[in-house]
C-alpha cells in the first residue's frame, strides 16, 4: 500500500500544532500505537519549529510538509527556502545552537534521530533545507 | 493560553498547558520570569498534570528557568510527569538536572 499527504502553509509559530497534528492524522491509517504517534508529532514538530525559526528566522515563508506511507513505513518530509546551514554536520550535535538568546535548547535534531529511526538533512546555504524522516509504524510491540 | 500560577510564600507552580511547544513557549518564558522576578519566586514547580505534548522548546523553557532561579539560589522541581512527558525528559537529560516528582 502506498499513500501521499502534502500540505504547505506559512512560516507561523501558530501552524506547529497543526502540522503534527495532520501527520499524526495522516498515519492513523497505518493503526500506529499512542506512543508511536507521539514520537511522530514530537519530530514534525522540531523539524517544523526548526523551519520557522532557523530557516526563516521568524520572517515570512513557506513551509512544505509531506508524508508518505510505503508498506508500515512512514516518510515525512520538512523543507524550507530559507537561510540553509553552512555546517549541518555542526548543527546536529546535540546541545548545539545558534540561538542560545531564544532558549533553544539544542536539542531538535536529537529528538528527532531519537524518535525516528531514520533522518536526513540535506541543507544549501541560501537557499533551504530539506529533512527527510523515515519511521516503521507497528514496528513492535509496546514492551512492559 | 491555559496556563495558570499559583503563588503562595515565595513559591510558585506553573501548571503548564496542554501542549508545550515553541508557538505557546514565548508568552509562558515572559509571564514567567516577570512573575519570578516581581515576587522573589524562591522555589518554582513545573505541573505537567495537564499536559499531553511537550517538545524540545519545553526543555528550553524549564532550563532557561533553572538559570534564572539559579542567579537567586532558587529550587526548581517537576511533577505529575505522564509517560510521554518522562519520556522526553529522559531523552534530554532533564530528569538530571531538576528534581522530578
Keep these: 500500500m502506498s499513500n501521499r499527504m502534502q500540505v504547505e502553509f506559512d512560516a507561523k509559530s501558530v501552524n506547529e500544532g497543526f502540522a503534527r497534528v495532520a501527520v499524526a492524522a495522516f498515519l492513523t491509517q497505518l493503526n500506529p500505537t499512542l ?3 507521539a514520537d511522530v508529532k514530537t ?3 522540531e523539524a517544523v ?5 532557523h530557516g526563516y528566522e521568524d520572517r515570512e515563508g513557506q513551509v512544505y510538509l509531506s508524508c508518505e506511507i510505503s508498506g508500515d513505513t512512514a516518510t515525512i518530509i520538512v523543507e524550507d527556502k530559507g537561510v540553509g546551514m553552512r555546517d549541518v554536520k555542526q548543527a546536529l550535535q546535540p546541545f548545539y ?3 542560545p538568546d531564544l532558549e533553544r535548547s539544542g536539542m531538535g535534531f536529537a529528538f528527532m534521530e531519537a524518535f525516528m529511526d ?3 538533512v ?3 546555504l541560501g537557499s533551504g533545507t530539506k529533512v527527510t524522516m523515515k519511521k516503521k509504524i507497528g514496528a513492535k510491540e509496546d514492551v512492559d | 493560553m491555559d496556563c495558570k500560577y499559583q503563588l503562595k510564600d515565595g513559591c510558585m507552580r506553573i501548571s503548564m498547558p496542554k501542549e508545550v511547544d515553541h508557538h505557546n513557549a514565548e508568552q509562558l518564558k515572559k509571564e514567567a520570569d516577570l512573575l519570578i522576578g516581581a515576587y522573589h519566586i524562591q522555589k518554582l514547580i513545573f505541573d505537567f498534570a495537564g499536559t499531553e505534548f511537550m517538545d524540545s522548546s519545553g526543555i528550553g523553557v524549564v532550563i532557561g528557568r533553572c538559570k534564572h532561579m539559579g ?3 532558587g529550587e526548581v522541581s517537576a511533577e505529575h510527569l505522564n509517560e510521554r512527558i518522562q519520556k522526553i525528559f529522559v531523552v534530554s537529560g532533564l530528569h538530571k538536572i531538576i528534581k522530578v516528582t
Excluded at chain 1, 49 to 53: E, H, P, S
Design chain 1, 122 to 124: 540535506e541543507s544549501v
Design chain 1, 97 to 99: 545552537t545558534t540561538k
Design chain 1, 49 to 53: 519549529t526548526n523551519a520557522i525559526i
Design chain 1, 118 to 120: 531514520d533522518m536526513e
Design chain 1, 43 to 45: 519530530a514534525v514538530s
Design chain 1, 35 to 37: 506512543d508511536e504517534i
Design chain 2, 71 to 73: 542567579y537567586s539560589g
